[in-house]
């Protein structure tokens, strides 16, 4: 599946950078994911997305903020963060993330290292 | 605590033969399952998928069978190819709840040629 893109695939950032992660889908899709998946863990939740309001916020951090300006982009701005932190972040999207049994379709993520 | 669990890290199979991929969960309020497969450097792409309501979801040579009162899913591969090599993702989500779902950590398949 091609129609979830994200940027930059791969990311070396200090722990004082701030840079940003994004996605965009191409499947006119209503409903935006961002997880994070840590070696040897499975992919965790971290925000969610309906038309544009964000309807969930897992419990993660402040250095994480995410932006969703419409239906098609998401960003993940990243500041000071920590060296457990890095990580691969994916971002998904669905057609209505309101209603359950809907598959997501996945992009191929962001390799990200804070050292 | 884990609610979905995929406990055999890896595994491998010959070409032709069928790979047995197995995952737990805990949550009696899931009730829709879904399989995904990931290949290196490449994002999890949707496989098949189950409600409750079924035990058993079959699509070409991929086939998923759910057992509830174990609370237990398979994923059946027959024949296996070497193309199939990949982590396989299940995924579960109680529906009341959305589009949450809840993942395991991903059994890496090998089908040797």
């Known amino acids: 599946e091609t129609g979830v893109t994200q940027t930059p695939r791969h990311l070396v950032m200090g722990m004082t950078n701030k840079k940003s992660l994004k996605c965009e889908q191409h499947?006119?899709?209503?409903?935006m994911y961002w997880y994070k998946q840590s070696a040897k863990k499975p992919l965790e939740l971290m925000f969610v997305?309906?038309?544009?309001?964000?309807?969930e916020n897992n419990s993660v951090p402040s250095r994480f903020s995410p932006e969703c300006p419409n239906s098609s982009h998401l960003f993940l701005h990243l500041h000071t963060l920590q060296p457990e932190d890095s990580a691969l972040y994916l971002c998904?999207?669905?057609?209505?993330?309101?209603?359950?049994?809907?598959?997501?379709?996945f992009g191929p993520g962001t390799r990200l290292l804070v050292l | 605590d884990q609610q979905v669990k995929q406990n055999s890290p890896s595994l491998s199979v010959q070409e032709g033969r069928i790979s047995i991929l197995n995952c737990d969960y805990t949550?009696?309020?899931?009730?829709?399952f879904l399989w995904y497969k990931k290949y290196p450097a490449e994002g999890p792409t949707f496989l098949i998928s189950?409600?409750?309501?079924?035990d058993k979801n079959e699509d070409g040579r991929f086939t998923v069978f759910l057992n509830k009162s174990a609370k237990h899913l398979s994923l059946h591969i027959v024949p296996s190819q070497p193309g199939d090599s990949a982590v396989y993702f299940c995924?579960?989500?109680?529906?009341?709840?959305?589009?949450?779902?809840?993942f395991g950590t991903g059994t890496s398949l090998t089908v040797i040629p």
């Open positions: 189950i409600s409750s309501i079924k």
């Open positions: 949550n009696s309020m899931f009730d829709y």
């Open positions: 995924a579960a989500s109680p529906a009341v709840t959305g589009n949450q779902f809840y």
């Open positions: 998904a999207s669905s057609q209505d993330g309101r209603r359950g049994r809907e598959t997501q379709y």
């Open positions: 997305y309906n038309f544009k309001e964000q309807t």
């Open positions: 499947l006119g899709h209503n409903a």
